[in-house]
């Protein structure tokens, strides 16, 4: 059952990390798949933590939900800063040197 779960959590993850390299048109959909991964990896170091390392690392959960938090505030205050100066969520209008 572990296995099944990891195997599925880990093409989940594969998925995710596929979209997010060919899907880069807006800026939210790379935002959504970005948080996506988060959680595959968050899942399935929480399986490899259950099944076969007893709870040693208990602290390693809150941390990594803080970080996942932090990371998503951080990428929609800057897709709303964006929105706000160029009027929409296009990858192509990115410049750089505006900022």
């Not at 948080?35 to 809150?62: A, G, Q, V």
Request: with cysteine; hydrophobic share 50%; aromatic share 20%.
């Amino acid at each position: 059952m572990m296995d099944y779960n990891f195997n599925l959590s880990l093409i989940l993850f594969l998925n995710s990390c596929f979209m997010f390299s060919f899907y880069y048109k807006h800026i939210l959909l790379t935002l959504i798949s970005l948080e996506f991964m988060n959680i595959k990896f968050y899942y399935m170091t929480f399986i490899h933590h259950k099944f076969y390392i007893s709870n040693n690392n208990i602290l390693l959960s809150p941390c990594f939900m803080e970080f996942m938090v932090c990371e998503s505030i951080m990428g929609l205050s800057l897709m709303i800063y964006m929105v706000r100066m160029t009027g929409n969520d296009y990858m192509k209008s990115l410049n750089l040197m505006k900022w």
